[in-house]
């Protein structure tokens, strides 16, 4: 049983930095391509970025420069460090891997999700 389980997220005022952290039970995450999507209020989810299971890395234009993704193999881990954080990245952010073959940027490639963290970016 894959689980994913995100934390890191809280309260922070905007030009902050988070790191949010993925850690993944039940499989490794070597060669495995790993995503963030984020959902805002009444909004859908959205894709934020993806660690490449062969390397490399894919972010959403608004994340680009501000947002990195990055592994810990030792643990299993994935990360999302953010910084200059605005109010209008307040969201509810998920890790998830990727198993279908539709576009990597597609909730519908990815199994397996965490349950999500709260990110709340105040003005």
């Known amino acids: 049983q894959v689980q994913l389980r995100e934390s890191g997220g809280g309260l922070v005022q905007a030009g902050d930095s988070l790191r949010l952290a993925c850690e993944v039970s039940g499989r490794t995450i070597s060669s495995t391509t790993m995503a963030w999507f984020r959902q805002a209020p009444g909004k859908g989810r959205e894709f934020v970025g993806l660690s490449w299971g062969g390397g490399g890395a894919d972010y959403a234009d608004f994340a680009y420069a501000r947002f990195a993704i990055t592994r810990d193999y030792a643990k299993n881990t994935l990360y999302l460090q953010m910084r200059n954080l605005k109010p209008e990245d307040t969201a509810v952010y998920y890790c998830?891997?990727?198993?279908?073959?539709?576009?990597?940027?597609?909730?519908?490639?990815?199994?397996?999700w965490g349950q999500g963290t709260q990110v709340t970016v105040s003005s």
């Open positions: 998830a891997r990727r198993y279908g073959s539709e576009s990597a940027r597609s909730p519908e490639a990815y199994d397996y």
